[in-house]
């Protein structure tokens, strides 16, 4: 079953790769300068769950107002990555993702979803940079590696991302401002092949992207 799993996972890749490039090619000059628009985006974002990356650029919305928003998480990346230099951070479209693996300090217990004294000191770090930019939303999504049975990596996942959300809500940031889902071991970054590469597959991932008001206040200024 899960070599299944894995063939019909990596057949999805391959094609929204396809579609993603083809999408990028065919862009605009403002479109890639400010993100890619939001009906091809959308399409790339909706083939592959789990996929941070591909919803924050089908979130774009391009143009001058996207350009806008777009300087904004600029200035709020730089910020993630002072706060948690472990962290991965990347700018995809107009939006932001950081993964949390075993580089970025934010681990749980071995087979809990309880966080670590290490984990609370940087979200405790990171809070603080969501607390000073509210205009955002906050795609929280949780992971793990193949090792186990598949229904309890799912459970797993969803305990650790809520886990992440929970600990955010007590340091004053917004319940509306999250969206929370486990994907187990269904979307991995690396092969399992390893131990290193399962490592970096358990993981937590954060997308932040532009709520209503951020994108109406760029609209606005754009005009």
Same mark, same amino acid.
């Given at each position: ?8 996972? *990596?057949? *999805? ?5 396809? =579609?993603?490039?083809?999408?990028? &090619? ?11 628009? %939001?009906?091809?985006?959308?399409? +790339? ?15 774009? +919305?391009?143009?001058? #107002?996207?350009?806008? =928003? ?12 002072? *706060?948690?230099?472990? /962290?991965?951070?990347? $700018?995809?479209?107009?939006? =932001? ?6 580089? !970025?300090?934010?681990? @749980?217990?071995?087979?809990?979803? &309880? ?9 405790? /770090?990171? !809070? &603080? %940079? @969501? ?8 795609? =929280? ?9 598949? *229904? ?8 650790? #991302?809520?886990? %992440?959300?929970?600990? @955010?809500?007590?340091?004053?940031? !917004?319940?509306? $401002? @999250? ?18 590469? $399962? /490592? ?5 991932? +954060?997308? %932040?992207? #532009? ?13």
């Amino acid at each position: 079953m899960k070599k299944l799993t894995s063939i019909t996972l *990596a057949i *999805a890749v391959i094609m929204a790769f396809s =579609i993603s490039c083809t999408a990028i &090619e065919n862009a605009n000059k403002t479109q890639k300068g400010a993100g890619l628009g %939001v009906a091809g985006g959308a399409l +790339i974002g909706g083939l592959i769950g789990g996929d941070i990356g591909g919803a924050l650029i089908g979130a774009a +919305i391009g143009g001058a #107002a996207g350009g806008l =928003i777009g300087k904004s998480m600029d200035k709020q990346a730089d910020k993630i990555e002072e *706060a948690v230099p472990g /962290a991965e951070v990347k $700018r995809v479209g107009e939006g =932001i993702q950081v993964v949390f693996d075993d580089k !970025s300090g934010v681990t @749980f217990a071995l087979n809990s979803a &309880e966080l670590t004294g290490t984990a609370k000191e940087n979200l405790n /770090a990171i !809070s &603080e %940079v @969501f607390v000073e930019f509210p205009d955002t939303i906050l795609m =929280i999504e949780g992971h793990t590696d193949d090792t186990g049975e598949e *229904a309890y990596n799912m459970t797993l996942s969803k305990k650790r #991302a809520q886990s %992440v959300a929970d600990y @955010f809500k007590n340091k004053g940031i !917004s319940g509306n $401002r @999250f969206t929370v889902k486990g994907f187990g071991e269904t979307a991995p970054r690396f092969p399992n092949d390893s131990d290193a590469n $399962r /490592a970096k597959n358990r993981r937590v991932e +954060i997308g %932040v992207a #532009a709520n209503d008001k951020m994108i109406q206040d760029a609209k606005a200024q754009a005009n």
